[in-house]
């Protein structure tokens, strides 16, 4: 099941607060079209996980993972990667 790095559910806990969004709610994985109609990984907070959502707890963050990406993220995790001054949420492969 896709796992999440401790620095990448802080950082989208703080994400969370500061958007004032509830504690209860959680981090939806799930995919969306881009313009050019390609697929990508999306993430949002949710109140409750949808039907058909694997659901886990990371580092005290609830996280719902849609069925359509399951699958495609079973081994993989998300993380935090620097991009000069600004952390970034990535997408890697799971290690150990």
């Given at each position: ?32 079209a881009d313009d050019d109609g ?59």
């Amino acid at each position: 099941m896709l796992t999440l790095s401790e620095p990448a559910a802080n950082l989208l806990t703080q994400s969370r607060e500061q958007s004032g969004i509830p504690d209860h709610a959680m981090l939806r994985v799930s995919s969306s079209a881009d313009d050019d109609g390609q697929s990508r990984i999306s993430l949002g907070f949710v109140d409750q996980p949808m039907d058909g959502d694997q659901t886990t707890t990371a580092h005290g963050l609830g996280v719902c993972i849609a069925p359509e990406v399951a699958a495609e993220l079973e081994s993989a995790k998300i993380d935090v990667q620097q991009q000069g001054d600004t952390p970034a949420l990535v997408v890697v492969p799971a290690t150990g």
